[in-house]
């Protein structure tokens, strides 16, 4: 299995600078991490840079790293497509990226699985176009998943979900991850998903990290003040897991 750290990592558009030296210790196999920050902090550009889609200074690196393209998997924030395929067609695409046409009864039965994990399988035979946000948000995961990535970049892949199926998706990718030993990022603005659900935070402003490590050491009144400009409290709810209160901004 795979470990992700990154060294000094920086990217650029053109002339400006977007994002310089971010480093992170090596995050192990079935890790959770959340990415978190104010708008337009660098956290896209992060996964981009980590996905490859951007250059830069700096070294991604992968430990044990064996299936080449795809052993890193980016799920971007905008899951828009005019591309005239079904549901179906889509995730069979993504499931041969890289390889032959041919198409094993293995590839069809993780399509379905996947399909009935995610409870997308009524979704199968309908086109992209005609899907809601929300929906393609969880066909954008199924092409992502079926490629078994070793990491797994995920860009606010909650945001146009209803709070169910937040809870449904996050859920399911935490215990994927564990029993897989993925290694998962999760851009996120809501900070009570980061401290129920990841395990490690990672805090991006102003394309710079300025903290990092596990997310109840990272998410503190402190921090929420200087990087957020909010007055807010955290207190343990239920079975002790703690919560952001907010009582106003700054």
Known sequence: M?????RDVGASYGRTTVLS???????????????????????????????????????????????????ICYMPQDTGSNVVLTVYESLLLSAKQGGGWR??????????SILASLRIENLAFRGLDALSGGQRQLVSLGQALVRKPDVLLMDEPTSALDLHRQIDVLDFV?????????????????LNHALRYCSNTIVIANGEMVASG????????????????????????SRGRPMVIVDGAL
């Open 2 to 6: 795979v470990s992700l750290s990154l």
């Open 21 to 71: 030296k971010v480093g992170i210790d090596p995050l192990s196999p079935g890790s959770v991490t959340a990415v978190i920050g104010p708008n337009a902090a660098g956290k896209s550009t992060l996964f981009k840079r980590i996905a490859g889609l951007l250059a830069g200074p700096g070294t991604v690196e992968l430990s044990n790293k064996t299936r080449g393209d795809r052993a």
């Open 103 to 112: 198409v094993h009864d293995d590839e069809l039965f993780e399509i379905d």
């Open 174 to 190: 935490g215990n994927l991850a564990t029993r897989t030993g993925m290694i998962v990022l999760i851009a996120l603005h809501d």
């Open 214 to 237: 596990t997310t109840a050491s990272v998410i503190t009144t402190a921090m929420l003040r200087d990087i957020y400009r909010i007055d807010a409290r955290i207190e343990p709810c």
